[in-house]
C-alpha cells in the first residue's frame, strides 16, 4: 500500500517495496553529512583541519586516509537511499563507525579537554545526531 509519504523502489527480486519519504531525506542528509567533509579532507585538509578539526600534530595523509573512509561510507548510505531495507548492513555498519567517532569525541571533549562545550556542542553533537539517525533508519529497515 503505497502513501503520501512513501515512494516505490524496485527489489532484486522484481517486487516492489515501499521506502519512507522520510527514511529518504534522513540518508540524503547523513550520506551528504559524510560525504561534503570528507572531500573537503581529501581536497583542502590544512583548511579543514585549521577550521574545523584542530587537533594537533597536522597529518595530511591520516587526514586523507579519513577523508577517504567517510567519503566510501556517505557513498554506500547515498546508494541505501534506493531501498533501505536491501542495503541494512551497510547503514548498520555506517552508524556503528559513526557511533564510534563519536566517543572519539566525547573522550577528547570531556576527558583530554576538561569539557569542551564549544566543541562538543558544534562538533559532537552534529555527529550524534547523525548516529542516531542512521540507527534510526537501519531499525525502521528491518523486517521490509
Known amino acids: 500500500m503505497r502513501s503520501a509519504t512513501t515512494r516505490a523502489a524496485n527489489t532484486t527480486s522484481g517486487t516492489t517495496a515501499y521506502v519512507s519519504v522520510i527514511d529518504t531525506v534522513i540518508l540524503l542528509y547523513c550520506g551528504l553529512s559524510l560525504m561534503l567533509p570528507a572531500l573537503t579532507l581529501l581536497v583542502t585538509p ?8 584542530d587537533f594537533p600534530p597536522f597529518n595530511r595523509h591520516f ?11 556517505g557513498i554506500g548510505i547515498l546508494l541505501a537511499i534506493r531501498n533501505p531495507a536491501a542495503h541494512r548492513n551497510v547503514i548498520g555498519i555506517t552508524a556503528l563507525g559513526n557511533t564510534v567517532h563519536v566517543f572519539n569525541h566525547l573522550y577528547d571533549d570531556l ?3 576538561g569539557g569542551n562545550i564549544d566543541h562538543l556542542m558544534t562538533n559532537t553533537v ?6 542516531l539517525l542512521l540507527v534510526i533508519v537501519w531499525w525502521r529497515a528491518r523486517g521490509k
Do not use: C, K, R
Open 126 to 131: 552534529p555527529l550524534i545526531l547523525l548516529s
Open 111 to 113: 576527558i583530554i579537554d
Open 46 to 53: 590544512g583548511w579543514f583541519y585549521n577550521a574545523l578539526a
Open 63 to 73: 587526514m586523507g586516509d579519513a577523508g577517504a573512509f567517510s567519503l566510501a561510507l
